[in-house]
């Protein structure tokens, strides 16, 4: 029972952060849709039974179990995951991801962060985090090699002058391609 409540507030605090985040670089579609199916029975009813609150319940349940049925059905439904995108029969198996989930993305990973480190979070955590991760992600070298300059400038300049627009349109432009922002990533 304790777990219910406490994973509930865990989940509405990581939308509602990620939701600032996203109005922040003018997404708040984005932000708003972000990570509903969490509240379904296939991936709530596993989070509270592996809930940890400083990490992720999937991670826990794919340790014991060996994988994770809410992994699954969270990654088949949420684009601003990269593993959303892979399809090892396509011509690239990790292709470009549009401009609106990887700034998704973003917002995700850098809220994810603040609420899982809480006292502990500084600028340089989530840079920290990701040059491990990095290496293990199957992610497209492009948009990873944003995500390394993104959160650089975190750990620089901090989140409220790295999360504009501009800048992350400036930065998907410079790695990805400026052909990526138009047709929602159709070259
Ligand atoms: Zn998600």
């Known amino acids: 029972m304790k777990n219910i409540i406490k994973h509930i507030i865990l989940i509405t605090k990581h939308k509602w952060l ?5 109005c922040k670089i003018g997404i708040p579609f984005r932000g708003f849709m972000h990570d509903w199916s969490k509240y379904s029975p296939t991936e709530f009813l596993e989070s509270i039974k592996y809930y940890k609150g400083d990490r992720s319940p999937i991670v826990e349940c794919k340790k014991i179990e ?16 990269p ?16 401009y609106k989930y990887v700034a998704e993305m973003i917002c995700d990973k850098l ?14 955590s989530e840079l920290e985090y990701w040059k491990k991760k990095r290496k293990e992600s199957r992610i497209n070298k492009k948009v990873s090699n944003m995500l390394t300059e993104v959160f650089t400038q975190v750990s620089r300049q901090g989140i409220n002058a790295t999360l504009t627009k501009k ?4 930065l998907y432009k410079k790695h990805c391609g400026p052909e990526y922002l138009l047709g929602n990533g159709k070259k």
């Open 18 to 22: 990620v939701f600032i985040f996203c």
């Open 83 to 98: 593993e959303y995108w892979v399809d090892e029969t396509a011509p690239d198996s990790t292709p470009v991801m549009p």
């Open 167 to 170: 800048n992350i349109k400036e």
């Open 111 to 124: 809220a994810a962060c603040k609420i899982y480190n809480g006292k502990n979070f500084t600028n340089s």
């Open 66 to 81: 060996g994988y994770s049925k809410a992994w699954l059905h969270h990654k088949g439904r949420n684009k601003h995951h």
